[in-house]
């Protein structure tokens, strides 16, 4: 352990128990440390790979008593092969304009965040999220990071944000951390369109893996990431093939 993360070996914190956010009448406790200093980056890999996510200079994983339903998983790029289903949602996005831009929070990222959360997670745990928060949520990290700004380049919102993607590079693959589109623009699909684009970038730049955090049987808002199918989830005994349910 101590050849991974170095010579010093992070310290470890557990929080209380809380509601699940996403498993109704089941409690939610997590593990996590910080991820600061030069070993921040090797340290965020070691952890990504043993099922951790990050958030903000944190990086965190669920170790709930009685439920280990919450599974870290990852796409399999050189095996993904995209459906018809996908590949229509790449057609129909194919105006879009992807552009890589450096982890700086813009009034104009937050505006269309405040739409994206007001619109589908006014509910959640994020749905007070100010510019202030948005700006620690980018801009507090330690890591290769980046975001990912997709534009519209014709008709009426032409020059506007359609989504943004903020995303870890590792040494294996790219890691999805958070990412948010317009809410009105329901036939783009644009959530999905955003996890095939970066299973495209990983594929061109020979990364073979995009980690697309925990997938929740039995969640409905974790369902879609069975879709991208091959995954591997990390169970004890490692990454392993994760059967389509």
């Known amino acids: 352990m101590s050849e991974q993360f170095g010579t010093k070996i992070p310290k470890f914190y557990q929080t209380a128990p809380a509601p699940c956010p996403y ?18 980056r090797s340290l ?10 990050r958030s903000q200079s944190m990086a965190y994983r669920p170790t709930c008593a009685s439920c280990q339903a919450c599974l870290s998983v990852r796409v399999v790029v050189d095996a993904f092969d ?8 790449l057609s129909r996005n194919s105006d879009l304009q992807a552009e890589s831009v450096d982890p700086w929070a ?4 937050f505006r269309l965040l405040r739409r994206y959360l007001d ?14 928060d948005y ?16 534009r519209y ?10 989504a943004v993607a903020l995303t870890d590079t590792l040494g294996d693959g790219l890691s999805m951390v958070y990412s948010f589109y317009n809410p009105d623009d329901d036939g783009r699909s644009l959530g999905t369109f955003m996890v095939l684009d970066h299973i495209e970038q990983a594929r061109s730049r020979g990364l073979p893996y995009v980690y697309l955090g925990y997938w929740i049987e039995g969640s409905r808002k974790m369902a879609y990431k069975a879709r991208f199918a091959p995954l ?6 490692g990454w392993v093939p994760l059967q389509r349910p």
């Open 23 to 40: 498993l109704p009448g089941r409690m939610e406790t997590k593990v996590f440390t910080r991820l600061t200093g030069d070993a921040a």
């Open 44 to 53: 965020n890999d070691v952890l990504t790979h043993a099922g951790f996510r």
């Open 82 to 89: 995209a459906s018809r289903s996908f590949q229509r949602v």
């Open 106 to 109: 813009s009034e104009e990222q």
């Open 119 to 132: 619109v589908r997670h006014n509910d959640g745990g994020m749905a007070d999220m100010t510019m202030f």
């Open 135 to 150: 700006v620690a949520m980018v801009e507090d990290s330690a890591v290769e990071t980046h975001l990912v700004e997709y």
């Open 153 to 162: 380049t014709s008709g009426p919102h032409a020059g506007d944000l359609a």
């Open 232 to 237: 591997e989830g990390r169970r004890e005994a």
